[in-house]
């Protein structure tokens, strides 16, 4: 219902809304991704980015209506699924 925060490397980028797509430029190396949504998030994963390459993420909710209320607050940092598409 609401945009998540796309963080790389610590830093905002941008904003993607469910079911959407971000195409992020950033610079060949190691970098480390996170979701984020008012306190909640993801856990950040780790991507290696080649020259010229793309990498894609997935990502979604893991909370559903009966089980919100614990990941709002104790797994909180597991709110959102993120992992790099195969």
Request: net charge positive; aromatic share 8%; with cysteine.
């Amino acid at each position: 219902m609401r945009d998540y925060a796309v963080l790389i490397d610590g830093k905002k980028v941008a904003s993607v809304s469910n079911a959407a797509d971000a195409e992020i430029p950033v610079q060949a190396g190691k970098h480390r991704v996170q979701l984020k949504i008012d306190w909640c998030g993801s856990p950040p994963i780790d991507v290696e980015v080649g020259a010229g390459q793309t990498v894609v993420v997935d990502c979604g909710p893991n909370s559903n209506p009966l089980l919100a209320l614990l990941y709002i607050t104790f797994w909180k940092g597991k709110y959102i699924w993120l992992r790099k598409s195969a």
